[in-house]
C-alpha cells in the first residue's frame, strides 16, 4: 500500500542545531506535502513538493525528493524552541481525489 | 488569511449516539476531506468529498458514516451510532481544484465516546 513512513521516530536536539527528517513512500505520487502537528492540536502544512521537482526552499525549510528512492527529507535549519511538534509527511495519489496518506510521524524535540 | 474550521472542538457522546461534526472549508476551495486521528496513531483519510458527491472512501468509512454539503458553506460528518473505536480526533480539509494541490486542514473535532 502506498504509505509515508517517517525515521526516525523521535528526535531531540538543541536549539539552533539543524534538524533532518526523512520519509519513505511505496507508490507512484504526485506530490508529498510536509504537516506540523502541535500536541493536540491541528495540522499545519508546511511545504509541498512535486514529483517533478527535487528540491524545494521555504524559509527555514528545505525539502528534498527522490522518486527512484520513494524517499523524501525535511531540513529544519537553525532551530527553535517553536519547533518542537510532531512532523507528518503525506503522499499524494497521481490520479483520483488526491487524498492524503500519512506517515507516523517525527516527534522533534528541540532543547533550549 | 483564510482558514478552515471546525465546531465543536471537542464532543463527549455516549456509545449508540448519533453525532455531527461540523466544518466550513475555505471559501473558494472544491474538495472537501475527512480524515481521522486516533490518539498516538497516524492520520488516516476517510472521505473525499467533490461536485456534491463521495469521490472517494476508506474502509473505515461504513454505512455508519455519511457526508454532507447542506448549504454553499458548512461541510459535515455524520457517525450515526457510535462506537468506543470511533474515538479520535477529527479533521476536515479542503483544497482548490487543480494545482496546487495543497490541503488545508482545520483544527479538529476532538471526539470521546464513552
Known amino acids: 500500500s502506498q504509505q509515508g513512513e517517517e525515521d526516525p521516530q523521535a528526535l531531540s536536539i538543541q536549539e539552533g542545531e539543524n534538524a533532518t527528517m526523512n520519509c519513505s513512500y511505496k507508490?507512484?505520487?504526485?506530490?508529498l506535502q510536509w504537516y506540523r502537528q502541535n500536541s493536540g492540536r491541528g495540522l499545519v502544512h508546511l511545504i509541498l513538493i512535486r514529483s517533478n521537482e527535487r528540491e524545494k526552499h521555504s524559509g527555514r525549510l528545505r525539502v528534498t525528493l527522490d522518486t527512484s528512492k520513494k524517499s523524501s527529507s525535511l531540513l529544519i535549519t537553525a532551530s527553535r524552541a517553536a519547533d518542537t511538534a510532531s512532523y507528518f509527511c503525506?503522499?499524494?495519489?497521481?490520479?483520483?481525489?488526491?487524498?492524503?496518506?500519512f506517515g507516523q510521524g517525527t516527534r522533534l524535540t528541540i532543547n533550549p | 488569511e483564510p482558514e478552515v474550521t471546525q465546531t465543536p472542538s471537542h464532543q463527549v457522546t455516549q456509545m449508540g449516539q448519533e453525532v455531527i461534526l461540523r466544518c466550513v472549508p475555505i471559501?473558494?476551495?472544491?474538495?472537501f476531506y475527512w480524515y481521522r486521528q486516533i490518539l498516538g496513531q497516524k492520520v488516516e483519510f476517510l472521505v473525499s468529498?467533490?461536485?456534491?458527491?463521495?469521490?472517494?472512501k476508506s474502509e473505515i468509512f461504513d454505512d455508519q458514516f455519511s457526508v454532507e454539503r447542506p448549504d454553499g458553506s458548512n461541510f459535515t460528518l455524520k457517525i450515526r451510532s457510535t462506537k468506543l473505536e470511533d474515538s479520535a480526533m477529527y479533521f476536515c480539509?479542503?483544497?482548490?481544484?487543480?494545482?496546487?494541490?495543497?490541503?488545508?486542514f482545520g483544527p479538529g473535532t476532538r471526539l470521546t465516546v464513552t
Open positions: 507508490t507512484s505520487i504526485n506530490n
Open positions: 503525506a503522499t499524494g495519489l497521481i490520479q483520483g481525489a488526491q487524498k492524503l496518506v
Open positions: 468529498f467533490y461536485n456534491n458527491e463521495i469521490s472517494e
Open positions: 480539509a479542503s483544497r482548490q481544484d487543480g494545482t496546487p494541490y495543497e490541503q488545508y
Open positions: 471559501s473558494n476551495h472544491l474538495y
